[in-house]
């Protein structure tokens, strides 16, 4: 048997704090993202404002981990927040729906043009396919 060396783990010095890459923070060019980079905002603080203000007003809302993936989607304009969801944005911007983006028109996308591309998506594939095959 040998005998084993145990270090102590206090004489291993802790990694260096990292700061971000940019320090700046980034969003789409939406009106929510501008809304929330105007204040300094991250996507977190901004779930957190969600939370406590729906919890002062006695609101029920999702969960944290939910919130920020809706906040992203919002910001991304893949969905739109339901009328509770636009209270609680404009109330923490404050600012008014028109300004955070929601008066606008949403693109609607008919049925046969999603199908049109989804037809055109796997043709290119089926191509590419086969001149990997080939």
Request: aromatic residues 6%; glycine residues 6%; contains cysteine.
């Amino acid at each position: 048997m040998t005998a084993s060396v145990v270090v102590p783990l206090t004489n291993v010095p802790a990694p260096p704090v990292q700061p971000p890459a940019s320090g700046v923070l980034r969003a789409p060019e939406t009106p929510l993202g501008k809304a929330r980079v105007a204040r300094g905002w991250s996507q977190h603080k901004v779930v957190r404002a969600l939370i406590l203000t729906a919890d002062h007003w006695g609101w029920e809302i999702a969960t944290e981990s939910s919130l920020k993936v809706f906040v992203s989607r919002w910001e991304n304009e893949t969905h739109r927040p339901g009328a509770t969801y636009q209270v609680l944005l404009c109330a923490i911007f404050r600012a008014t729906p028109d300004e955070l983006g929601f008066t606008r028109p949403v693109p609607v996308v008919s049925l046969s043009q999603r199908v049109t591309a989804l037809e055109s998506l796997v043709r290119d594939l089926s191509e590419q396919l086969g001149q990997v095959a080939a």
